[in-house]
């Protein structure tokens, strides 16, 4: 697998005012689908985001149901096995991860399982942060 792709990127992709949009939307459209991935968890994320907006620029859920069938068309989707879950988290707290930290480092270890060779993401410093096999992936898009 070549690219993962953070939540921060997913939303800047489908919200057009977002300053990352242009360079998001670049990054999604550069990869086949055999190439590029996600983890399941930024389905929901992308989902209570673009929902969760301010005024005018909150999505639908209706819409939002439309760019997440967009993401599952373009991207393959990694789930972590139970085992795999706690793993991660186990992970994370030897790296003293607190808070909502542990979301970030829960989607680093779908981009590992799925063998990804870049882990695009606008949080590069939550992404660092997760130990160097994490950190030497890591690319804004």
Sequence with gaps: MKAFLDSS?????FAGDHEHHAASVK???RYEKPEVCCAAHSLAEVYST???MPGRLRASPDE????LTSIRDRLSIVTLSGVEY?????AAAA?????GGIYDALLAHCALKAG??????WNVKHFKRLGPDIARR????
Excluded: H, K, R
Aim: charged share 10%.
């Design 9 to 13: 990127v997913l939303v800047a992709t």
């Design 27 to 29: 990054v999604l459209i």
């Design 50 to 52: 673009l929902t969760g």
């Design 64 to 67: 939002a149901m439309l760019f």
């Design 86 to 90: 706690f793993n991660a988290i186990e």
């Design 95 to 99: 790296e003293a991860v607190m808070g």
């Design 116 to 121: 990804a060779e870049t882990i695009y993401t």
């Design 138 to 141: 890591v690319s804004t898009p």
